[in-house]
């Protein structure tokens, strides 16, 4: 697990009381991952929209919209089998901590940054997430479904680090994600663990 956090590039792992919580909370966390898959979704195209003259994000961002939405779909059908049915979506304390780390003004350039670094973030600590679940649950399906999720997400935070270095420098971009990776950590460090969270 340190070798995968180190791709991703993440500083502090998830708490390890997470994976055990999830598995014996799993129809919680089915609806709320299926809401994150939605919000992914719904943050790309948030993207496209706000940036509409960036050729290049459009075109990254075009198949992630789709792939994201075929998540949310296959959520959607793992919980029918296991006759779950979605509620209410519930506020995500992470994503909100994460965007409170965004940096306000600058160039257009720079507020796209910080825009796709924040995605680039939820992503790889999904991507961990995934990994986790993957690996402890004990039902086959659902580890193949998060094995591929997995993979999947970690795709995403590449395409979105790729983006932030399409528009700024490479050293400004690496600077700018070291600065996120250690307020992401203290996020993590001080975050209540709850049964009925994905993040």
């Not at 792992?13 to 979704?41: G, T, Y």
Request: with cysteine; glycine share 4%; aromatic share 8%.
């Amino acid at each position: 697990m340190a070798d995968y956090l180190t791709t991703l590039g993440l500083k502090l792992p998830s708490d390890p009381r997470w994976v055990d919580i999830a598995k014996m909370n799993l129809a919680d966390i089915l609806i709320d991952h299926a809401f994150c898959e939605q919000k992914a979704a719904s943050s790309c195209i948030s993207l496209i929209v706000k940036y509409p003259e960036k050729q290049k994000l459009i075109e990254v961002m075009t198949p992630v919209v789709t792939e994201e939405w075929g998540h949310f779909q296959r959520v959607l059908k793992e919980m029918d089998k296991r006759g779950i049915q979605l509620t209410k979506a519930r506020k995500d304390e992470y994503v909100a901590a994460l965007h409170k780390c965004g940096k306000k003004g600058g160039s257009r350039e720079e507020q796209l940054m910080e825009d796709v670094l924040i995605c680039a973030m939820i992503e790889a600590r999904s991507a961990e997430r995934f990994k986790l679940l993957s690996e402890e649950i004990s039902d086959e399906k659902l580890k193949k479904f998060y094995f591929e999720l997995m993979v999947s997400e970690a795709g995403h935070y590449k395409n979105f680090i790729e983006l932030a270095e399409e528009y700024n420098p490479k050293e400004k971009v690496q600077k700018r994600w070291q600065e996120l990776l250690r307020q992401e950590a203290e996020i993590m460090k001080n975050l209540e663990v709850r049964p009925d969270r994905f993040h």
